[in-house]
């Protein structure tokens, strides 16, 4: 920059003003070199560190020195060397602790961040834990209030659950006996093959609710008997044909057709069944299924599948009382909402902390480069440096208006009181 402008001087006037540039004409070269440093880098870590760690503290350097040799022209025209000489290198001791103080700031920014991540992986996996726990907790206190309640004399359990499996089992094998003749009649009504993997779970489910429904039938038959209600017997009774002639003819009559080749293998095709014989056959093994699963567990069971049905209270023996059902724990995630609720004055202060740490470093450099052009000019630095808060930072007078104020306040009180007029 300098050389540039020395072209324009006369060259007899070249030696001069060498003479006078000296201090200063080594800065623009210097301070180019410094920015690159603090700019570039090999790696993007390091390009990244530099940035954020040297470019500013790089800045109020060469802000500093330009400052510190310009003031030298200034020393043989300003009273009061001594003084000025000691506010300069106290400002050099303001750069270099606010350099040190910006590096130890960014320092507790990275640890205090470092602790935010660390807590908010503690909490995920406290919410994580607590739901896990929840889970797993649930089925067992379930099953515990159940087992206390359930698995005494007068409430029939495993009679329950043994028809609810029977009812399984035997909508199972019916679902594999009909699935061919479902998808030949289907095959013929659409046009086209069912898929098997649609048709079977539906066609469960209906011989299960199905089955389910000749049990309910049978209660309410016998309920009818017992009671001596006739009409509801009469009734009951024609119901009960219409069930045996459907589950007959659609269910176990495929049973039978099974086992005719082998009646017919075995008799050496001199029994061979008809529709009387094979509809026979297919009501006899309803009967006796059906009468064997209801004395064994049917009779006990249905009862209370109708209870479930209908939300009804089961009968029980008034000499068991049912213990109450247990009070469920509070839900850990209202455990884990109410702690967050309760930490966010925590997280507030810890916000406005993170801020400070975050600006106060920056804003000392800022007031340490504004301090080394006022040095120059005024002899005495704006700012007190360090700013021990935030609050301190952002509320900060110049200290040359504070001054000023003062003197003219102290000029104002040294001015004589007008005296009053002659008697």
Not at 289 to 311: D, K
Request: contains cysteine.
């Amino acid at each position: 920059m300098f050389e540039s402008i020395r072209t324009f001087i006369p060259e007899e006037w070249q030696g001069a003003f060498a003479f006078l540039t000296a201090p200063v004409a080594w800065i623009p070269d210097w301070h180019v070199r410094m920015v690159n440093f603090a700019w570039y880098g090999d790696t993007l870590l390091e390009v990244f560190v530099k940035r954020f760690a040297v470019l500013m503290p790089m800045f109020l350097i060469i802000v500093a020195v330009w400052a510190t040799m310009t003031s030298m022209y200034t020393l043989p025209f300003r009273a009061r060397r001594g003084r000025f000489l000691t506010t300069l290198s106290i400002m050099w001791w303001d750069t270099g602790r606010t350099i040190w103080l910006f590096w130890a700031g960014m320092v507790r920014l990275g640890v205090l961040v470092v602790g935010w991540i660390w807590e908010l992986i503690k909490l995920g996996a406290r919410l994580l834990m607590s739901g896990f726990k929840s889970v797993m907790q649930s089925p067992l206190t379930a099953m515990d209030w159940t087992t206390r309640n359930y698995f005494k004399p007068g409430v029939p359990w495993v009679a329950f659950l043994a028809l609810l499996l029977w009812c399984a089992v035997e909508s199972t094998i019916f679902m594999y006996t009909l699935s061919p003749t479902l998808s030949e009649v289907l095959a013929g009504i659409t046009g086209f093959e069912p898929n098997p993997l649609l048709m079977a779970p539906i066609l469960w489910i209906f011989l299960y609710l199905l089955i389910l429904g000749s049990f309910a039938c049978i209660q309410v038959l016998a309920e009818a008997i017992r009671n001596r209600q006739y009409a509801e017997v009469v009734q009951m009774v024609l119901v009960e044909l219409f069930v045996m002639f459907f589950e007959v003819v659609f269910l176990y009559r495929e049973l039978v057709d099974a086992v005719t080749p082998w009646i017919a293998q075995t008799t050496a095709e001199s029994v061979r069944l008809g529709l009387v014989s094979t509809l026979a056959l297919a009501s006899f093994g309803w009967i006796g299924v059906r009468g064997m699963t209801w004395f064994l567990f049917g009779r006990f069971g249905t009862p209370a599948v109708l209870a479930i049905l209908a939300r009804d209270t089961i009968k029980r023996d008034e000499s068991t009382p049912m213990t109450p059902m247990p009070t469920p724990p509070i839900s850990p995630w209202k455990e884990a909402i109410d702690a967050l609720k309760a930490e966010i004055d925590f997280f507030k202060k810890e916000g406005k902390h993170a801020f400070e740490l975050l600006s106060l470093p920056v804003l000392q450099l800022l007031a340490a480069a504004v301090n080394s052009v006022v040095v120059v000019v005024l002899g005495r630095p704006m700012f007190t440096l360090p700013f021990k808060s935030l609050n301190q930072a952002m509320a900060a007078t110049p200290r040359w208006t504070r001054v000023s104020e003062q003197q003219a306040a102290g000029m104002a009180d040294l001015e004589p009181a007008p005296q009053g007029g002659m008697q």
